[in-house]
């Protein structure tokens, strides 16, 4: 059985099918999609999944302090609250997350919330364990830390090629990637993948106090 890690990407969501040392890049449109990839033990996703009805996440202060030690916490967005994923635009909600807050919602932290919303809804009630919440910076810092420059540099980038590769065949993957499928996102879904890999043999790590949101669903981040 295999796993597969996911990331984002315009709208849609790049996959890392991670089996042994192979892994294939797919090219997946929507959560049905994700979930219905043939074979795959774990699911382990670059978005946001358990949410708070009025506050931060300890999850996401935990996971911008332990980046701090390498200069990447603020590749840690704060999650949205819950209530803002009812929201049909910006400052609808930045209006909520204020009145459930107490805080505004940042422009990135916007841009997350209809693939959010798309996760939240596939999860179902009571939500499938089978799909887990990571964060691919705190990956790679887990696979080597050395990984230092920023993903979109070309340091970064060996760096993280570099901390794949011990791990799986990254560059046969990357070499056999669908057209227009970008670098970083590619790269973000293997790290994806090693840690749905660590977390499904019982060597990894979640990050949270763990407390669950009103729908079950756990606010952590593993990796």
Not at 137 to 160: C, H, I, S
Request: charged share 25%; proline share 5%.
């Amino acid at each position: 059985m295999a796993v597969l890690g996911v990331d984002g990407w315009r709208g849609r969501w790049v996959g890392a099918l991670l089996s042994g040392r192979r892994v294939r890049l797919l090219v997946l449109d929507d959560m049905a999609a994700v979930l219905a990839v043939p074979d795959v033990d774990l699911i382990a996703i670059d978005i946001p999944i358990g949410l708070s009805d009025d506050g931060a996440r300890v999850c996401d202060g935990m996971a911008r302090r332990r980046l701090g030690q390498f200069g990447a916490a603020s590749s840690v967005f704060p999650a949205p609250v819950r209530p803002v994923l009812a929201a049909g635009s910006y400052e609808e909600a930045r209006r909520i997350s204020v009145a459930a807050s107490g805080k505004s919602l940042s422009a990135q932290a916007w841009q997350l919330v209809a693939s959010i919303r798309q996760v939240d809804d596939a999860l179902g009630d009571p939500p499938s364990e089978r799909v887990v919440e990571v964060h691919p910076e705190l990956a790679f810092r887990g696979m080597d830390d050395r990984v230092r420059n920023r993903k979109a540099t070309a340091a970064g980038q060996a760096q993280r090629l570099r901390a794949l590769s011990p791990s799986m065949d990254v560059l046969d993957g990357l070499a056999a990637a669908a057209p227009g499928v970008p670098l970083v996102d590619a790269l973000d879904a293997c790290a994806a993948a090693w840690s749905a890999q660590r977390l499904r043999e019982g060597r990894g790590e979640c990050l949270g106090d763990g407390a669950v949101d009103d729908r079950g669903r756990p606010m952590r981040i593993c990796s």
